[in-house]
């Protein structure tokens, strides 16, 4: 016999569901739509200016991709600034995080000081950093002096441009994954500490065996956002690029997201711009993965 719910629990029901709609509508139609239709358009020659000459191709597209040479260039640029970005701002946003949430005079200064950089936009961010390290300035010189660097303009440097774009990157992301941090902080009872430190515990060794490990589902967030922010890098981009070709200076800037969006709005070929959208989408889930795994070996 069917256990029948009361009228209370089925009203509880549909104002759960109510307000859980709106988010389920933004991600069907901003997120799962346009993953199903990128998927779909992969698989054809599409082009919005020639509708008629559309035809289906299967997998030739992905076939093409495997072998240019100049995605093989953008998956590099897009990988160089996963491998950089993402352990430099985790580790800095913990540090900064662990100092905020210290107790002392104006930490809500610091607090709002730290975040800034994370709500000003990318363009004047980028504007800012290629004037800092443009020919002849403090800053590109300081490098010059200390690390044997060339003084000249970073933006429009082949070699330079890259770690130019990282450094502007992380200034910018850093504050968001601190904020993250500090919440996760805050959740830990100070009861744990308070009684490691009566048992004779370090401020390390509290930290090493009760704080990391409590803060490691942050740490999934913090690196999960990072990986997909770092993989979907655009804005610095194309600031730097500035009225050139994005990617540029020759192509030391080509990530995967530059390559998807030349070949899907400046060369007109979207189903090919389409198949590097997905090739980029199952990367991240597989980084995703990945470091789900690992994070779960140290709980």
Known sequence: MKKRISRNTRSRWITAYLFIL??????????????????GLSFFEYNYAMPKNNHFVGFENYLNLIRDTKFHLAIGHSLTVVVIAVPIQTILSLVMALLINSKFRGRGIFRTLFYAPYVISSVAVATVFIYLFAQNQPVTRL??????????????????????????FIWQQVGFYMIMYLSGLQSIPTELTEVASIDGATRFQSFRYITWPLLLPTTFLVVTYGIIASFQIFDQISAVAGTGAIGSPGNALNTIMSFFYLNSFRYGNVGYGSSAAVFLFIMICVATMVQKKFLDKEV
């Open 22 to 39: 709106p988010a389920f509508l933004f991600w069907l139609i901003w997120f799962f739509m346009p993953v199903c239709q990128s998927l």
């Open 143 to 168: 490098f010059a002096r200390l690390f044997g660097m060339e003084n000249i303009a970073w933006s429009v440097s082949v070699r330079y441009a890259l770690p130019l774009v990282i450094m502007m």
